[in-house]
Nanobody
Framework: QVQLVESGGGSVQSGGSLRLSCAAS????????MGWFRQAPGKEREGVATIIGDGSTSYASYADSVKGRFTISQDNAKNTLYLQMNSLKPEDTAMYYCAATLKRPCTVEKITQFSARGQGTQVTVSS
């Protein structure tokens, strides 16, 4: 049974940083399209970042709204996905979900069409 469990959310002030983690069980994240999407109240899901590896290289993609501020990474030995979020803004406030998708290419547009997702972790950024 696939299980994705996020952690690391919280409340920070504008300009602060958070690191989200997603521990996977019953599923191997290596070589699959993994990523993060977020959803704020009353808004549609927004793909934030994705990553996929071919065994030697990982390829990441980001939404324009987070480029240069967020970094996605994965530790295959720990079967864990990460999202380092720096220079946070109030508009980054949302529930953040870790997800896996079978869709290709592995882009932020596709990650919202997930085959599995976690329960979410709340990120709140105050001005």
């Amino acid at each position: 049974q696939v299980q994705l469990v996020e952690s690391g959310g919280g409340s920070v002030q504008s300009g602060g940083s958070l690191r989200l983690s997603c521990a996977a069980s019953g599923y191997t994240i290596r070589r699959d399209c993994m990523g993060w999407f977020r959803q704020a109240p009353g808004k549609e899901r927004e793909g934030v970042a994705t990553i996929i590896g071919d065994g030697s290289t990982s390829y990441a993609s980001y939404a324009d709204s987070v480029k240069g501020r967020f970094t996605i990474s994965q530790d295959n030995a720990k079967n864990t996905l990460y999202l380092q979020m720096n220079s946070l803004k109030p508009e980054d406030t949302a529930m953040y979900y870790c997800a896996a998708t079978l869709k290709r290419p592995c882009t932020v547009e596709k990650i919202t069409q997930f085959s599995a997702r976690g329960q979410g972790t709340q990120v709140t950024v105050s001005s």
